[in-house]
């Protein structure tokens, strides 16, 4: 019976066990290889579960303790399967298509971050602010902390601490004035959530976020040198 010999923690590598028969019989070291190894071989699940079947052995999660066992392959088994050229050519089946699904995927994720671009230069192109964005800011910013919070211990306090006024360090102030412009002036939520869902949502909103803060910020310095 096959019992699993802690051999390093990395899930990728090649496994060893001991093969241990009757008491006086020699131990006989195997080694097998992980799913993630397989994979790494140029092996798919399906072609895991077509040529190799069930697992020859299992053992430990080594990185995570809940996790189901890993599954080990003897690497003579899949060696064996490897050879062959149905193997082969299956295997420069899947190659190819993966590499169609990733140039899919990097269409689709370049098309989002030009959206979040477009949409971008959109929110920001007619931009208009008040007479004193400053101070409409501030006051926006106590409303909310003052009817709409969620800062964390409001209900519980029954009020929020927090509180803007006019002489607030410089930086604090921009800050809620950029937010302000940008959350109550634009459409920049509307916008976010239209990119929700999209290959590459996640760099696309931070190009959204990053390129209507610059807008914006370039347009305060501009209002402000008058």
Known sequence: MASPVPRGDAPG???LTEAVGHPGAATVIKAHLTVTGLRERGWTDAMITEYLGEPDATRPNPRY???APMKLYLVER???AEASPDWVERKLLGAKRRAAGLAVA???REETEALARRLAAGLTASLVFPADPQQAAIEAYNKWHSYGCTCPG???MGFCGKHAHATDPPDFLRR???NYARHRLTGYDRAYNRLVGRVGH???HEILRAE???AIEAKLDALASG
């Open 106 to 108: 990097n269409r689709k």
């Open 65 to 67: 303790s809940s996790a």
């Open 176 to 178: 809620i004035t950029v």
């Open 212 to 214: 209507v803060i610059a």
């Open 202 to 204: 996640q760099d696309a």
């Open 13 to 15: 590598a090649q496994v």
């Open 78 to 80: 899949a060696e064996a």
């Open 154 to 156: 409001w209900r519980e």
